[in-house]
């Protein structure tokens, strides 16, 4: 199922809750702006190859659109679309004031060179610049991309238009980038953990914690479980398979064995296992934090052995293992909640780079802490008034806060 199919259906539910009126549920499943564009890329062997490129500005009624850019083989219009979407729920939910967007580029940037990668970067930035900027369109890290790949897409940027630090969010901290912001996301997601558990009496501290994916935000998150919260993580895996130890990873060294680009299932103090395994481990939290559509009923819904699943990655459940696992009694976090932590710090990325003042560490996790757990109590409040899953709830929040701006804009 497609990103663009996963959100619609999940969207339906939460307008019928609000009854929202027909003409607005159009404005607000479909996109604002969509640019496709071609970028020819110059091989280090002189050879030209040419990839297809997406940004896709889906609603920018509550301020400037905000969304990653990826670099992924499966990076499609559809997926985009999708994330753009959650995107607009996303800043609407954290009511912090961005729309949403995403842009992806169909490419896997393994098989590139560095240098192979900052021309790529720079021509999919010029072709789009256009559409983007501090009050149109603001990118930011995803999948495959980081705070190098940002410092690029700014200097492209600004070649064009002059310094414009706040035209890109996720840059490197000499660049203009926040303190906080590369492990905004993996704190955002304890920060709700935390809340959940303390709200519903499921322990954290002590807890096995299984995470799929060791990027930017799963290695974060686990990091900081071990460190801030005192869980116990069990596996992690990357694309290569995973790792488990029932005693507890010992996490600060399997980063460093990470950070020297090995995979996981290589770390000896553990047992390798494949992906597929990952998804049997007995756990008290599970938490995705790779990609899209990896908790099916084809694979794992009837079978995980979790007592929450908290949505780390974008989309990581499809509507039909939804269902299944709330037949089964294991409540989801869903990803637009459990994962706003790394928007929220882009925001004040945002308002630091127009205000030209730097914010310290200790302020930014402040902040990110108030907006993430006031968003939280929303979400938990009104499911609980509704009898409705915390995405169904997190949805409507959203989707009212939209409707709200595109009335008071005249729609
Ligand atoms: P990343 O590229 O830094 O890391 C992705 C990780 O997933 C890597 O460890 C990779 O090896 C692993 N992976 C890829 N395919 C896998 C597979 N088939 N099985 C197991 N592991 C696999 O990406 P990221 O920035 O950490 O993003 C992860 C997810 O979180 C994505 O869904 C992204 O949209 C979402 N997200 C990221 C941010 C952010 O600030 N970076 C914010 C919100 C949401």
């Not at 497609?2 to 959100?7: F, L």
Request: charged content about 20%; overall charge neutral; hydrophobic content about 40%.
């Amino acid at each position: 199922m497609s990103g663009k199919a996963i959100v619609a259906s999940q969207f339906d539910r939460a307008a019928d809750l609000i009854k929202l009126d027909a003409y607005m549920r159009r404005i607000l499943i479909t996109p604002f702006r969509e640019v496709q564009v071609e970028v020819p890329v110059r091989m280090d062997d002189g050879r030209i190859e040419v990839y297809t490129g997406y940004r896709i500005q889906h609603n920018g009624a509550r301020g400037p659109c905000k969304g990653g850019i990826r670099y992924h083989p499966d990076a499609d219009h559809d997926e985009v679309l999708g994330l753009a979407t959650i995107m607009t729920w996303k800043t609407a939910l954290m009511d912090i004031p961005f729309g949403g967007s995403k842009g992806g580029v169909t490419v896997d940037p393994r098989n590139l060179s560095t240098l192979e990668l900052e021309r790529l970067t720079r021509r999919f930035t010029q072709r789009i610049s256009i559409v983007l900027g501090p009050y149109r369109d603001v990118p930011a890290p995803d999948v495959n991309t980081n705070a190098q790949v940002m410092a690029w897409i700014l200097d492209e940027y600004s070649s064009r238009h002059g310094y414009t630090p706040a035209a890109v969010t996720g840059k490197p901290i000499s660049l203009g980038g926040s303190l906080g912001r590369e492990e905004a996301t993996g704190r955002g997601v304890m920060y709700v953990m935390m809340e959940y558990a303390r709200d519903f009496g499921i322990p954290l501290k002590g807890s096995p914690v299984v995470i799929q994916g060791f990027g930017n935000v799963g290695s974060h998150l686990a990091r900081l479980l071990v460190a801030e919260a005192g869980a116990k993580v069990v596996a992690v895996s990357d694309v290569d398979g995973g790792i488990y130890n029932d005693q507890g990873l010992d996490i600060p060294g399997l980063l460093q064995h990470a950070a020297a680009r090995k995979p996981v299932s290589a770390w000896p103090s553990g047992k390798a296992i494949t992906n597929e395994e990952l998804w049997t481990i007995p756990c008290g939290w599970l938490v995705p934090a790779a990609l899209g559509g990896v908790i099916t009923k084809e694979a794992n819904a009837r079978t995980l052995d979790c007592k929450v699943v908290v949505e780390a990655a974008n989309e990581p459940t499809t509507p039909t293992a939804d269902l299944i696992l709330a037949d089964r009694g294991i409540p989801v976090i869903p990803d637009f909640l459990a994962n706003a932590g790394g928007v929220t710090v882009s925001y004040y990325e945002w308002a630091q780079n127009l205000q030209q003042y730097r914010w310290t560490h200790e302020q930014v996790n402040r902040e990110l802490h108030a907006t993430i757990t006031k968003a939280y109590a929303g979400v938990r409040d009104l499911a609980k008034d509704k009898g409705t899953t915390f995405r169904t709830a997190a949805y409507a929040i959203a989707l009212q806060r939209v409707a709200e701006a595109e009335r008071l804009r005249g729609n």
